[in-house]
């Protein structure tokens, strides 16, 4: 079965430090990863996406994650944080096969991003 | 038109009162979903439809009812709720494609309060 683990619930950094969100998976097949973002009071909207081919993913508003399967790890970076920035940001993992796969997208517990002036 | 589209955004219901969450896609997707999203907690996957059929439920109380009358729309009845059931509640939908999820895209919720 598949899980994911994202480290530190809260993260805080100055505006135009690097982001680092750290998500490190579980699963038992190649799994397709995820990154979203979620502004108070609105659902969750993609960022960026790995399927499969190029390792580093590069996500709208100047996110990328990497994906490195020898450390099951998927973490998100953005090399200036800017005070927009300000969100909840949610790792998730696909691994699933067959007609009723649709359930198969796993979340992680979410890591609350503020950025200080 | 966004292509998610939850309403009511907001819902203060009493323990007693029987109402329905709506949730409609214009995406043209074939899967659509009901997370439940409380403080302080991971996303609960609740309810999945796919091709209008429901395959997933994931221990969900009675008290919630699904129901997807066309790929396009997606409902979620509340009768006799609890406290407990105060949260925000998401819809999203995907595009199937070889068996193997899809993206998934969410409305803005629909945040219930149960009194």
């Known amino acids: 079965a598949q899980s994911v683990t994202q480290l530190g619930s809260h993260v805080s950094v100055s505006e135009g430090a690097l982001v680092l969100l750290r998500c490190n998976y579980s699963?038992?097949?190649?799994?397709?990863l995820f990154w979203y973002v979620q502004y108070p009071n609105q659902g969750l909207q993609l960022l960026l996406k790995?399927?499969?081919?190029?390792?580093l993913v590069k996500g709208i508003n100047g996110f990328e994650a990497e994906f490195k399967k020898s450390e099951t790890s998927f973490h998100l970076t953005k090399p200036s944080a800017h005070m927009s920035d300000a969100a909840e940001y949610f790792c998730?993992?696909?691994?699933?096969?067959?007609?009723?796969?649709?359930?198969?997208?796993?979340f992680g517990s979410g890591t609350r991003l503020s950025i200080r002036p | 038109e966004t292509g998610v589209t939850q309403t009511p955004r907001h819902l203060v219901m009493g323990m007693t009162n029987k109402k329905s969450l709506k949730c409609e896609q214009h995406?043209?997707?074939?899967?659509m979903y009901w997370y439940k999203q409380s403080a302080k907690k991971p996303l609960e996957l609740m309810f999945v439809?796919?091709?209008?059929?429901?395959?997933e439920n994931n221990s969900v109380p009675s008290r919630f009812s699904p129901e997807c009358p066309n790929s396009s729309h997606l409902f979620l009845h509340l009768h006799t709720l609890q406290p407990e059931d105060s949260a925000l509640y998401l819809c999203?939908?995907?595009?199937?494609?070889?068996?193997?999820?899809?993206?998934?895209?969410f409305g803005e919720g629909s945040r219930l309060t149960v009194l």
């Open positions: 999203a939908s995907s595009q199937e494609r070889g068996g193997r999820t899809g993206e998934l895209f």
């Open positions: 699963s038992s097949v190649p799994p397709y």
């Open positions: 790995y399927t499969t081919g190029a390792t």
């Open positions: 998730a993992v696909s691994d699933g096969w067959g007609y009723s796969s649709a359930s198969k997208i796993i």
């Open positions: 995406l043209g997707h074939n899967a």
């Open positions: 439809y796919n091709f209008k059929e429901q395959t």
